[in-house]
C-alpha cells in the first residue's frame, strides 16, 4: 500500500516521499486509518517503528482538512524527556514542510519567555514536557481552550518518571478533546490503567516481540577478553571503515574512557552522558550528524530520543541489564526502512546477558571473530548461572575477621577505650 491509497494530503505524501518514506510500515497504516476515522488509538511500540509518523500524519491531515485557523492551537504532544520533544518537533516540522503549519517544542532548561514568545506568534502543534508546560498554564501564558486532540508518548517512561499527577492535572486543562492517542514501549499494568481513564473505545495496535527488532539490523557479537575490549572496539572501527559509529555502555565513567582511548587511537570521537551539560550533548549530536565526529559515545540515558537519520552501525561495548534497553539501543539504526548493523562485544558476563536476549527474541545471533583477539573457548560456553556462582565464591564474605573462629575470639577479646577496659567488669 502507498501513502497516497490512505488519502493523505499531497503535500503530506511529498514530504514523507523526501524522507525517503516509499510505502507506510504496517502500524503507521492501521494507525492513519483508525485516526483518520476519528478512533482513540492505543499504540504499544518500541522506537524506530515509524510510530511517530503513525501519528503525526493524521494530525497535519486533521489541520488541513478542516481549515483550521493558523491562529489556533489544536494538537497537543506530552513527551517525557525534553530530548523527546526535540526529535518529535523535527519530525513534526519535515512532514509539514510544505504545509502552512506552525509547529514549536517547550520544555524545562530553556528560557521559558522566548517559549512564551513562539507560543504568541500562534502555533498549531505544541509539543512539551508536563513540568514546563504546567508552569505555562498556570501564568496563563498558553491557551488549551481550543485543543482536540492530545498525544501522550512513551507513556510508560512518564509513569516511570511519577508524571502520572501532572498527566492528571493537565487532562483537567482540557476541556474540548475529541481524540486522545497513548504511545508506549510496553503495556505495563500503570499503562492499562491509564489507557483506561484516558482513552475512549481505542484502536489498540501492538508491535509484538518477535517483530520489535527491525528484520533490517543485522544483529552481530563478537566474543571479546575483557582486558582487550578497548583495543578490539578501536580495531573494529578502523578495520571495517566505520565513518559513524553509535557505541554504547552502561557507566558515564566508561564512556569517558571509551572515548579518551579512541580518540588516543585516532578516531575522533565524543561522549555524552549525564553528567554532561544539555547544551554541550546538542552540540556533540549535531557535530556526529554531520560528521565532523567519528564515534559518539553514549549511555542508555543520554541516548533517549537519540535520532540519527541513515546511522548504520550500533556497538554495544558492553550490554546493558535489561533485555528491553538492548532493543532500544538496536533500534537506534535500520531506521525508516534502511538497514543496519548492531555489534554486541562480549566478555564473560555480556555472554550471559545476551543468552536472556537471544531467549526473547527466539533467535540465535552469531559469534563472529576477528584475527589477533582470539578468545578462551570456555567463555564461549559460560552460563549466567556458572557466573553467578563464581561471583559468590568470588565475593563471599567471610566476616570481619575472615573467619568463625576468628571472630569468636574478638568477641571474646576486650576493647580498651581510655582507662576502662569495655567487656570487663569494673573494679569496686
Known amino acids: 500500500m502507498s501513502f497516497k491509497k490512505l488519502k493523505l494530503e499531497s503535500q503530506i505524501i511529498k514530504a514523507c516521499i523526501d524522507k525517503g518514506y516509499k510505502h507506510p510500515t504496517d502500524i503507521q497504516k492501521e494507525s492513519i486509518e483508525a485516526l483518520l476515522r476519528g478512533r482513540d488509538l492505543l499504540l504499544i511500540a518500541k522506537t524506530g517503528t515509524g510510530k511517530t509518523a503513525a501519528f503525526a500524519l493524521p494530525l497535519l491531515q486533521d489541520i488541513i482538512q478542516n481549515d483550521i485557523k493558523h491562529t489556533q492551537l489544536t494538537k497537543l504532544i506530552i513527551a517525557p524527556t525534553k530530548e523527546l520533544a526535540l526529535q518529535l518537533e523535527k519530525s513534526i516540522l519535515s512532514y509539514s514542510r510544505y504545509l502552512d503549519i506552525k509547529v514549536a517544542s517547550i520544555y524545562g532548561g530553556a528560557n521559558i519567555k522566548e517559549q512564551i514568545r513562539v507560543l504568541n506568534s500562534k502555533v498549531n502543534i505544541v509539543i512539551a514536557t508536563t513540568g514546563r508546560l504546567l508552569d505555562l498554564v498556570k501564568q496563563e501564558k498558553i491557551n488549551l481552550t481550543k485543543v482536540d486532540t492530545l498525544v501522550l508518548d512513551e507513556a510508560d517512561t512518564m509513569l516511570d518518571f511519577g508524571f502520572v499527577k501532572d498527566i492528571e492535572q493537565l487532562l483537567s486543562s482540557l476541556p474540548n478533546l475529541k481524540q486522545n492517542i497513548l504511545s508506549s514501549a510496553s503495556l505495563g499494568p500503570k499503562v492499562k490503567q491509564l489507557s483506561g481513564q484516558f482513552l475512549n473505545n481505542p484502536k489498540i495496535i501492538e508491535v509484538k516481540a518477535d517483530d520489535r527488532v527491525n528484520e533490517k539490523v543485522d544483529q552481530r557479537a563478537y566474543p571479546v577478553?575483557?582486558?582487550?575490549?578497548?583495543?578490539?572496539?578501536?580495531?573494529?572501527?578502523?578495520?571495517?571503515?566505520?565513518?559513524?559509529?553509535?557505541?554504547?555502555?552502561?557507566?558515564?565513567?566508561?564512556?569517558?574512557?571509551?572515548?579518551?582511548?579512541?580518540?588516543?587511537?585516532?578516531?575522533?570521537?565524543?561522549?555524552?552522558?549525564?553528567?554532561?551539560?544539555?547544551?554541550?550533548?546538542?552540540?556533540?549530536?549535531?557535530?556526529?550528524?554531520?560528521?565532523?565526529?567519528?564515534?559518539?559515545?553514549?549511555?542508555?540515558?543520554?541516548?533517549?530520543?537519540?535520532?540519527?537519520?541513515?546511522?548504520?552501525?550500533?556497538?554495544?561495548?558492553?550490554?546493558?541489564?535489561?533485555?528491553?534497553?538492548?532493543?532500544?539501543?538496536?533500534?537506534?539504526?535500520?531506521?525508516?526502512?534502511?538497514?543496519?548493523?548492531?555489534?554486541?562485544?562480549?566478555?564473560?558476563?555480556?555472554?550471559?546477558?545476551?543468552?536472556?536476549?537471544?531467549?526473547?527474541?527466539?533467535?540465535?545471533?552469531?559469534?563472529?571473530?576477528?584475527?589477533?583477539?582470539?578468545?578462551?573457548?570456555?567463555?564461549?560456553?559460560?552460563?549466567?548461572?556458572?557466573?553467578?556462582?563464581?561471583?559468590?565464591?568470588?565475593?563471599?564474605?567471610?566476616?570481619?575477621?575472615?573467619?568463625?573462629?576468628?571472630?569468636?575470639?574478638?568477641?571474646?577479646?576486650?576493647?580498651?577505650?581510655?582507662?576502662?577496659?569495655?567487656?570487663?567488669?569494673?573494679?569496686?
Open 225 to 428: 577478553d575483557i582486558d582487550q575490549k578497548k583495543e578490539f572496539l578501536s580495531y573494529l572501527i578502523g578495520s571495517q571503515n566505520m565513518t559513524q559509529a553509535l557505541v554504547f555502555c552502561k557507566t558515564k565513567k566508561l564512556a569517558d574512557e571509551i572515548t579518551d582511548h579512541l580518540n588516543l587511537d585516532g578516531l575522533k570521537s565524543a561522549a555524552v552522558h549525564g553528567d554532561k551539560t544539555q547544551g554541550f550533548r546538542k552540540k556533540i549530536i549535531g557535530q556526529f550528524k554531520e560528521g565532523k565526529i567519528q564515534v559518539l559515545v553514549a549511555t542508555d540515558v543520554a541516548a533517549r530520543g537519540l535520532d540519527i537519520e541513515d546511522l548504520y552501525y550500533v556497538i554495544n561495548y558492553d550490554l546493558p541489564f535489561m533485555v528491553t534497553d538492548y532493543l532500544h539501543r538496536i533500534g537506534r539504526t535500520a531506521r525508516a526502512g534502511k538497514s543496519g548493523v548492531a555489534i554486541s562485544l562480549l566478555d564473560q558476563y555480556d555472554m550471559a546477558n545476551m543468552q536472556d536476549v537471544e531467549r526473547y527474541l527466539k533467535i540465535k545471533i552469531p559469534r563472529l571473530s576477528l584475527d589477533g583477539f582470539e578468545v578462551d573457548k570456555k567463555i564461549l560456553s559460560i552460563s549466567k548461572k556458572n557466573i553467578i556462582e563464581k561471583d559468590e565464591k568470588k565475593i563471599k564474605p567471610a566476616g570481619a575477621f575472615g573467619n568463625r573462629k576468628k571472630r569468636k575470639e574478638a568477641k571474646r577479646k576486650p576493647k580498651v577505650r581510655g582507662k576502662r577496659i569495655v567487656g570487663q567488669k569494673k573494679e569496686r
